[in-house]
């Protein structure tokens, strides 16, 4: 059963770092993309970072440039989103999302998502 569990969420204040989790299983995960999205109250959801099978990095989100980056350790079957210099807006459920191989900038492109974590920043 494919499943995809984020952590790593909370409190913090602007400025602030935090680093994202999102622990795979049910799948290869070293022939997977993974993205993460976030979704702040009452607006749509939106792709943040992916990172390919290949170790392709693509960017959804200019705002987070220089300051997000993401990463991935096969061998835990472990995506991370390290995400430093927090700004308030920055403050949504973050999630991780699987698809085959490559990024994509649609949410509909990917077939599994997690659950979501909370992160929020404020002072």
């Known amino acids: 059963q494919v499943q995809l569990v984020e952590s790593g969420g909370g409190l913090v204040q602007p400025g602030g770092s935090l680093r994202l989790s999102c622990a795979a299983s049910g799948f290869t995960l070293e022939y997977s993309a993974i993205g993460w999205f976030r979704q702040a109250p009452g607006k749509g959801r939106e792709g943040v970072l992916c990172?390919?099978?290949?170790?392709?990095?693509?960017y959804y989100a200019d705002s987070v440039k220089g300051r997000f980056t993401i990463s991935r350790d096969n061998a835990k079957n472990t995506v991370y989103l390290q995400m430093n210099s927090l700004k308030p807006e920055d403050t949504a459920v973050y999630y991780c999302?699987?698809?085959?191989?490559?990024?994509?900038?649609?949410?509909?492109?990917?077939?599994?998502w997690g659950q979501g974590t909370q992160v929020t920043v404020s002072s």
């Open positions: 999302a699987r698809r085959f191989r490559l990024c994509s900038r649609m949410t509909a492109d990917f077939s599994s």
């Open positions: 990172i390919s099978s290949s170790d392709g990095r693509t």
